[in-house]
């Protein structure tokens, strides 16, 4: 309209459509207006009892308002025009032109809706607005909506003070659009991807720019009204996402180098699982890699010239590249001569170029081919409060909390471990063992010894998952072609997963599939309690059920991004281990591992509080690992060297498993509903779980459905019968999971 001059006459009944479309709206009623005003005026402030009428009497599709809204009759008949006919009158106190259609008698019987601002938001009920029960309204009445609280007997829930259901619908869609701004924000921040094309690069005038966006976010979220349970949950969760943002703002201002760093894990996401065609796959990664070249001088420019840390992490990211420049075959065998040429070229300018990086950062002194040594003398304690906000701020862990009980848990979780194995039928116990950590290690490794080798750890990994995937199936809403399968772990997390862990899929795609990882390198040290728990905790009904809950969910998209969610995903996962141990009831040492697995988690947070609290060595925190657990050298260098690339995250676990079975049992819910209910929440504080639970079901139904991300596309999905579940090249091993199904089952339901 702007770009040609257009003036449009735009006649519809889709009254949404008419508000966005609009500057000026007429309303008509056989044949005449009744009222007239900008969309603002109409739609906020209707007069006419007719345009109140239509307003009312849209729908929103939200299953949860939907059920609890009355209705309200409009009636010609009220109107008495034999003696005072009606005309166009100005509304008193409009800015604009809102006039309605009504008698000089019939204005004066009502007050001016921009009277009545601090009246909860209510406009005036008009003349002659009549209410009436379901179904009462006459043939030749208008029947209409109204939200139940508004002279209405309805049951349920009152779903705002005051106002038209028209009211909600505006608010629910505020909150869904500050929704997409925060997460549009956060993608604008760690571009590139599909909602941001450029790469970020910290410089002042960057971080000016995302500060200010950020801090009126703020402002809107703070602003926004939360007339009930469920808009202050959405609310806190908003304000939770800002709070996590604002010290990603500070992190990447601090560490300007994650464009370059994080290039090796996500050429390894592209390469394992992103099932874009061969050229879009190409195209990122080439993509990328002019980006970090185009971003070279910017980013010097926020580096000290003589920064021998930052050069060696750039070298350090060169063997990565290079290491992985020379598989590019092995990688992508489906590419084309020309995307392999392209690739290659890229993959070797990029290497080329992080060197030039280095060299100019430490002057051009000769660079040291292999790693430095291993320092274990240093700390790694962070300064101040640090700490503190980054649990607080990023992960929503207290502190505090941890100081309180921290001890306490670590000697209750020991305590378990022996009680558990002394029950065992072995000659160790019928001896007087174990007495140590290092002795239950070693019944573990006796009776449930490690795999001879990584293609038996990975078949019997598959083997497993056939397993928890049916119970998952039977007892969690899943698609019925989803699949989760065991592989060997990327090169670029050898140091920093011992075990294995999950990487996620590509979820924009259909049919879902996610894989979780081995450590093939470790093998030796995986023993089969930890192939058992992995297909668990890692896949059904653990991180993978999780991401495709998520992907399928009409979550925000804040929810989907995540917001001070470690302690609900992780702590979710740990409960998983326990209440799921029945699913291998033949195996006597599997709960005995389950308990060993539980001490693993408190004392996670014995040795992050020491590590980044306290100020311990890095070789004092690996002792702790070796007394504890009974870890070799190698095996808790690499949990230490976890601890160092996620400060505070490994707290999460057991912080948030302690949160959860507490909750599990004070407010009642069944293990099956419980479970349920974990998996379909999405990516929020576990505090915010807390604020979840209270809810009614109908309420839990409006946040579930009404609060959808305004970016989400179409995904079509399906939802079918689990006992169907028999997809090609994984069918489930229904005989291995019977015996086990049945001892859950009744676990589950009661």
């Known amino acids: 309209k702007k770009e040609r001059g257009l003036t449009i006459l735009f006649i519809a009944h889709d ?73 166009m009158h100005h509304v008193a106190g409009a800015s604009g032109r809102h006039l309605v259609y009504l008698s000089d008698q019939e204005m004066e019987s009502f007050k001016s809706p921009y009277a009545q601002a601090g009246d909860g938001g209510r406009a005036a009920e008009g003349p002659a607005t009549r209410h009436s029960a379901p179904g009462r309204a006459g043939s030749k009445s208008i029947r209409v909506r109204l939200t139940a609280g508004e002279g209405t007997q309805a049951s349920g829930p009152p779903l705002c003070k005051g106002g038209f259901f028209m009211e909600q619908a505006e608010l629910t869609l505020r909150y869904r659009e500050l929704d997409r701004d925060c997460a549009l924000l956060s993608y604008r921040m760690h571009g590139p991807n599909e909602f941001e094309p450029k790469l970020f690069i910290p410089d002042e005038e960057a971080v000016a720019g995302v500060r200010e966006a950020w801090r009126e976010l703020g402002r809107r979220v703070e602003e926004l009204a939360d007339p009930d349970p469920v808009y202050r949950l959405v609310k806190r969760h908003l304000s939770d996402f800002l709070d996590a943002l604002d010290y990603d703002i500070q992190c990447t201002a601090q560490d300007p180098l994650q464009g370059y760093t994080g290039f090796p894990y996500h050429f390894q996401n592209v390469v394992r699982c992103d ?76 290497a080329g170029l992080l060197e030039g990086m280095a060299a100019q950062l430490d002057g051009g002194e000769a660079p040291e081919e ?112 989803e699949q989760c399968r065991c592989v060997p772990l990327p090169d670029c997390y050898k140091d920093s997963y011992p075990w294995g862990g999950y990487e996620g899929g590509d979820f924009r795609h259909m049919p879902y599939r996610g894989q979780m990882f081995l450590n093939q390198y470790n093998y030796q040290n995986i023993n089969d309690g930890w192939i058992k728990l992995n297909a668990l905790h890692e896949a059904y009904p653990g991180h993978h059920v999780q991401y495709v809950r998520t992907a399928m969910s009409e979550t ?124 379909s929440t999405g990516y929020i504080s576990v505090e915010n779980f807390e604020s979840l639970l209270k809810l009614s079901p109908e309420e839990r139904e409006r946040y579930f459905h009404s609060f959808s991300s305004l970016l989400e596309k179409d995904k079509g999905m399906r939802l079918g019968s689990p006992v169907e579940d028999l997809n090609s090249g994984f069918a489930i091993d229904h005989r291995m999971a019977a015996d086990s199904r049945s001892k859950l089952k009744a676990a589950f339901i009661r």
Request: proline letters at 6%; one cysteine or more; hydrophobic letters at 35%.
């Open 370 to 481: 292999e790693p430095p040594a291993d320092d274990l003398t240093v700390t790694v304690k962070m300064e101040g409060e640090e700490y503190r906000s980054l649990l607080r701020k990023r992960l929503g862990v207290s502190l505090d909390e941890l100081l309180v009980w921290q001890k306490e848990e670590v000697e209750k979780t020991r305590r378990d471990i022996f009680e558990i194995a002394r029950k065992l039928d072995i000659p160790e116990v019928r001896e007087g063992g174990p007495r140590t950590m290092a002795e239950v290690k070693d019944i573990l490794f006796r009776y449930e010894g490690p795999c001879e080798s990584p293609e038996e750890m990975f078949r019997r990994a598959e083997e497993y998952l056939k397993r928890t995937r049916a119970i998952a199936h039977e007892y969690m809403r899943l698609p019925e072609d």
């Open 15 to 87: 009254l949404s459509v008419v508000k966005y479309f609009s500057d000026y709206v007429g309303v008509m009623n056989q044949g005449k207006l009744v009222e007239e005003g900008t969309p603002e005026e109409i739609y906020s402030n209707p007069v006419h009892p007719y345009t109140k009428a239509l307003l009312s009497a849209i729908p929103v599709p939200d299953p949860g308002y939907e059920k609890w809204r009355g209705y309200v009759t409009y009636d010609p008949s009220v109107h008495d025009y034999s003696v005072h006919k009606p005309s």
């Open 275 to 350: 099932r874009r065609p061969d050229e879009a796959r190409c195209a990122d990664l080439t993509g990328r890699i002019a980006l970090l070249e185009e971003s070279r001088d910017r980013l010097l420019a926020l580096l000290p010239h003589k920064d021998g840390g930052s050069a060696e992490t750039l070298r350090r990211v060169r063997r990565a590249v290079e290491a992985d420049s020379v598989r590019l075959r092995e990688f992508f065998p489906s590419f084309s001569i020309d995307q392999h040429r392209r690739l290659a070229e890229a993959m070797a300018r990029f």
């Open 556 to 679: 925000p998209e804040t929810v989907k991004l995540g917001a001070k969610l470690v302690p609900l995903l992780e702590g979710t996962c740990l409960r998983t281990e326990r209440a799921f141990e029945f699913l291998f009831a033949e195996d006597p040492f599997f709960p005995l591992f389950v308990a060993y697995r539980r001490h693993h988690a408190s004392v996670r947070i014995y040795v992050d509080l020491m590590m980044f609290y306290h100020g311990a060595s890095l070789e004092e925190v690996i002792k702790i690992y070796q007394e504890e657990l009974g870890f070799d050298h190698g095996t808790a260098r690499k949990q230490v060297q976890a601890h160092q690339n996620m400060p505070g995250y490994f707290t999460c676990y057991y912080y948030g498993m302690k949160k959860l079975t507490g909750w599990e049992k004070e407010y009642g819910f069944s293990k099956w509903d419980y479970t349920e209910l974990l998996f």
